[in-house]
């Protein structure tokens, strides 16, 4: 494939589908990228009305990688790229019905309310804890043979709520969380692993998550993959759905329907990046054993609700990113992003909004609730944890029926299925965030690497 133009079916035009597409196209590849909605972007759904801008799915990302800060300066978007607001550096843990500030220095780790004077005395010990036993471990039994019940309540099950909509008592942590098991793995120790790592960090060039820099657009996350869509141009199919992959001799035939036409198209290699399910009935004739295993993967359900207030109707002072709930506090929200803190133009002046979780594994019913009973348990809870003074100005809300999928225990042996798959069928590239990461910066450096594998073979 170095040197020879190949025929490349690149199908789902979500932003690992799309950042694939254009590193391939730029290798002077014929890349078709098939999409079975109208428009690209998967869950990545801006909408800017009434003077708020409103992401529906990924809000922000994080500058942890060259290839993403090397991909927005070449579509030309270092304009439109902004960075959060010094003050959400801020980020705040609900413990007790108050808001409690995330200590992210030694000096207020042992001044703060959060955790007990028992459990700070007990991340002294950290480092002179035997290493966990096994390959495969959940995160929540992870954390309380290193840290404790005190950190996995306040801390790990909040912040697991807030990425992944998950539970740290499923959760692998090889799987979900690779370069913390790693630390462990290799320093015996998370203290010792944290330096050590941000050493090995600096040769690679690379940034912690916890160090990256979050940032968005000015125009919300959507400028992302539309600008990818335009570069990509009369390479995009949309309204296309991909019914079945047939692998021959030389390469692959693609069956699918366009406006309920059916169509058949040969190519040299296909680049698979869409979710579980889906990909489970594409690969069920050529692998029926990885089909079952792609269908036991959890995505829960989680209800993301936009609300807009006059400025001056909002008690407590939004001084910082937004807020998670651990599950032991017993709300019914994961949490809340104080998005117009955030970034700006986000809301109209005189004017504050909120982007606020509901769901998740954690709550999966509450996601089923009409609007009307959902935006009013939402409105409470806002009410009660920062204080309001009138009903809001504006509301938006998505439900995302399967929303994130869950790096559970066992989640190691699906990873090692997608290698396999591409090792039976020569030509069959697998990406996306079921493969390496859900973030969206996990998922173009998964795209990156996938295009990289192609280069080289």
Not at 107 to 118: C, E, N, P, Q
Not at 202 to 227: H, I
Not at 294 to 303: D, F, N, W
Not at 356 to 380: A, C, S
Request: proline share 5%; net charge positive; with cysteine.
């Amino acid at each position: 494939m170095k040197d020879k133009k190949t025929s490349i079916a690149v199908i789902g035009g979500g932003i690992s589908g799309l950042t694939a597409a254009y590193w391939l196209m730029k290798k002077g590849h014929s890349i078709t990228l098939f999409e079975k909605k109208s428009q690209v972007g998967g869950s990545i759904i801006t909408e800017r009305t009434e003077g708020y801008l409103v992401d529906y799915g990924p809000n922000s990302t994080l500058e942890t990688s060259t290839a993403l800060t090397e991909l927005i300066r070449e579509l030309g978007l270092e304009g439109q790229k902004i960075y959060g607001n010094e003050a959400s550096n801020k980020r705040y843990i609900v413990r007790d019905g108050n808001l409690h500030p995330v200590p992210m220095k030694p000096g207020s780790f042992l001044t703060t309310r959060l955790f007990s004077l028992r459990s700070k005395l007990g991340l002294l010990m950290e480092p002179f804890i035997r290493p966990t036993a096994g390959d495969d471990i959940s995160l929540a039994d992870f954390v309380r043979h290193r840290l404790g019940d005190e950190f996995l309540d306040y801390a790990i099950n909040p912040f697991v709520a807030g990425v992944y909509a998950g539970d740290p008592e499923k959760l692998s942590t090889s799987a979900a969380f690779p370069k913390l098991y790693a630390l462990e793995k290799k320093y015996g120790s998370l203290i010792r692993g944290a330096i050590g790592g941000a050493r090995e960090r600096k040769k690679r060039n690379e940034v912690a998550k916890d160090r990256a820099k979050l940032f968005s657009f000015r125009d919300g996350m959507e400028v992302l993959p539309n600008k990818l869509a335009e570069k990509i141009g009369s390479g995009i199919v949309l309204n296309a759905e991909i019914k079945k992959i047939f692998s021959l001799e030389d390469g692959f035939q693609l069956d699918y329907l366009q406006h309920n036409k059916a169509a058949r198209e040969n190519f040299d290699r296909v680049l698979v990046a869409i979710p579980s399910k889906p990909l489970a009935s594409l690969v069920g004739p050529l692998n029926p054993g990885f089909a079952a295993e792609l269908k036991s993967i959890y995505y829960p359900p989680v209800a993301v609700v936009f609300t807009g207030f006059r400025a001056s109707d909002v008690i407590r002072p939004l001084d910082g990113f937004g807020f998670l709930v651990p599950e032991i506090e017993r709300r019914q929200i994961l949490g809340s992003i104080w998005s117009s803190t955030i970034f700006p133009g986000r809301a109209p002046e005189g004017h504050v909004a909120f982007t606020t979780f509901v769901g998740g594994t954690r709550q999966p019913e509450n996601t089923e609730m009409n609007e009307t009973l959902l935006l009013k348990l939402v409105i409470d809870e806002l009410n009660d944890l920062v204080g309001l003074r009138n009903e809001p100005v504006f509301t938006r809300m998505k439900k995302w029926a399967e929303a994130i999928p869950q790096y559970n225990v066992g989640y190691g042996k699906i990873q090692d299925l997608f290698t396999h798959m591409e090792n039976e069928f020569p030509g069959l590239f697998i990406a996306g965030n079921i493969r390496k990461g859900i973030s969206v910066g996990d998922s173009i450096l998964c795209a990156h690497e996938t295009v990289q594998k192609m280069n080289e073979t």
